[in-house]
């Protein structure tokens, strides 16, 4: 069995980056032998709900199923 861990978790906030209404987190995760850094940017100024982002997934992946 695969055993999946998560290494260590960051969040820095804008001030620390010099970027104005953004906040980056930086997670690195181990799954078996391979090792991933992964970066994630939140936009502070953005107006989408979550709500509004997985449907716009959907209605992409959707489109692409069709064409």
Do not use: H, P
């Amino acid at each position: 069995m695969i055993r999946n861990e998560l290494i260590s978790e960051t969040a820095v906030t804008a001030a620390e980056t010099k970027t104005e209404n953004r906040q980056e987190n930086v997670s690195i995760y181990k799954f078996g032998k391979s090792t991933y850094i992964v970066e994630t940017v939140f936009d502070l100024d953005c107006k989408d709900t979550l709500e509004d982002v997985i449907n716009r997934l959907i209605i992409k992946d959707i489109e692409k199923l069709s064409a």
